[in-house]
């Protein structure tokens, strides 16, 4: 597997689990991987996948079984929104901004793509505020 140089690799792949979580292949309660089959997965040390297994049990996104292996937290996807929410106002958004005012891009022009992404985007996958 390929991954970026600028970020910790057992950070990436806590991302892709979450990802998965997300999509819905383990929903709560659901067994995930061995850390050991995880490794062979995603061609890494399996040291490093039980690092990402840590960092996401800290997070209560998943949880230890003794004996039986790491299973997904009843309300992982609510804590996953959470932190990816909170990641996104704290850190994407503001680099966001930066770039659209430096290349002087109007809000209704972001809005017009809003607009054409959203039409393009199938429904069940488009948030909707109601």
Not at 72 to 99: C, G, M, Q, S, Y
Request: aromatic share 10%; hydrophobic share 40%.
């Amino acid at each position: 597997m390929d991954f970026n140089e600028n970020k910790a690799i057992y950070l990436q792949i806590a991302d892709i689990l979450c990802e998965q979580i997300l999509d819905g292949e383990w929903p709560p309660q659901e067994k995930i991987p061995s850390v050991r089959e995880m490794g062979i997965t995603l061609q890494v040390n399996p040291n490093t996948v039980l690092r990402t297994y840590d960092f996401l049990q800290q997070k209560n996104i998943i949880f230890n079984k003794r004996g039986l292996g790491y299973f997904v937290e009843e309300d992982a996807v609510k804590k996953i929104l959470e932190i990816r929410r909170d990641n996104f106002l704290k850190n994407t958004l503001p680099n966001f901004f930066k770039t659209i005012s430096l290349l002087q891009i109007l809000p209704e022009e972001i809005m017009e793509k809003y607009q054409e992404y959203l039409l393009k985007t199938p429904k069940s996958t488009v948030f909707t505020n109601k």
